[in-house]
């Protein structure tokens, strides 16, 4: 197998069909920028959502009358569920003192500790906390609730708020993973035309070709590498902006947002050879795509 007959063969049909070609290459470029783009924030916004998910608590409030007895037979009704992970109780001395310490004037002039007792619940699952919540404060037939125990005044879960941060991580992902497909569909697309345009140009060669005894793979090779070769071009242009996007953009801002130095987000290392094996994946498929269907040897 001649590799340098085939590399010519795929740089004189690059030539010949130079705005198809170019088409093809900018295609891949777009597409794996997006993808590099793509691949951090879908990490990044991931382990936040974890994390967001992590920090689901049903809150159980007691009575302001609540006496010790009543603490340790709450907790032990809490603890009966197997929806439970964890239960930390915060006394209305601590949950006081927890709240002076991040905003002290606004308790200074109080006289008394407005704030209850509260066992702080962690769901086995942050799917589960409304669920926990249900079983803590139950629904009445009458549409109102009641409480598992008398000493509880009521029951209340994050669980509202996290589901609308989760909703909207998972929108962005959805939104730039779609335009990712299309992107991938289109360049698959557009290399196969390219591939089809260099085929049809050198027809008369091909069934020459075929008529002196060349292979079915003499022949396909040519046209493969050059797809590969449009692949890798817009794979190297795609990294070398990313690079440049993150020197300049990134980097600086790594030390003001915590998303951004997010310790599971890819490195660019790892990023680099993802890049580029999906440009030449991409450009290959494509290839084989075009010569299936319009190279009839």
């Known amino acids: 197998m001649k590799v340098g007959f085939f590399l010519r063969e795929a740089l004189r049909g690059m030539t010949r069909n130079a705005v198809p070609s170019f088409a ?31 920090r689901v ?36 001395a601590k949950a006081l ?9 606004a308790y200074q002039l109080l006289g008394s500790n ?8 962690t769901p086995d699952s942050p799917d589960n906390a409304l669920q926990l919540v249900s079983a803590i404060q139950p629904q009445t037939p009458g549409g109102g609730t009641t ?10 879960s994050s669980k509202d708020d996290t589901q609308k941060i989760l909703t909207a991580t998972k929108v962005v992902k959805l939104t730039t993973g779609l335009l990712a497909v299309l992107l991938i569909v289109a360049s698959i697309l557009l290399i196969s035309n390219t591939i089809r345009l260099s ?3 050198r027809r008369r060669e091909i069934q020459v070709m075929k008529l002196v005894g060349a292979t079915d793979g003499f022949i396909r090779w040519p046209f493969v590498l050059e797809a590969i070769i449009l692949g890798a071009m817009g794979g190297v242009l795609a990294i070398l902006l990313l690079g ?21 987000t890819i490195g660019f290392g790892a990023l680099v050879a993802v890049l580029l094996g999906t440009g030449i994946a991409v450009s290959a498929l494509g ?11």
């Open 97 to 105: 003192s927890e709240e002076k310490a991040k905003n002290p004037e």
């Open 244 to 264: 440049v996007m993150k020197i300049a953009l990134v980097d600086p801002l790594v030390s003001d947002f915590a998303l951004l130095s997010s310790p599971s």
């Open 199 to 201: 085929v049809f140009s």
């Open 287 to 297: 290839s084989t795509i075009s010569l299936r269907r319009f190279l009839q040897v």
């Open 114 to 121: 407005p704030l209850p007792d509260t066992f702080r619940v």
């Open 147 to 156: 409480v598992a125990d008398p000493a509880i005044d009521s029951v209340k």
């Open 57 to 92: 608590l049903v809150n159980v409030y007691l009575k302001s009358n609540a006496t010790q007895a009543d603490i340790v037979r709450v907790g032990g009704v809490i603890r009966q569920n197997d929806q439970v992970d964890k239960v930390q109780f915060v006394s209305k």
């Open 24 to 54: 093809a290459l900018a295609s891949v470029l777009v597409t794996l920028l997006v993808l590099g783009v793509f691949i951090p924030i879908v990490q990044a916004t991931t382990g936040a959502a974890n994390e967001v998910r992590g």
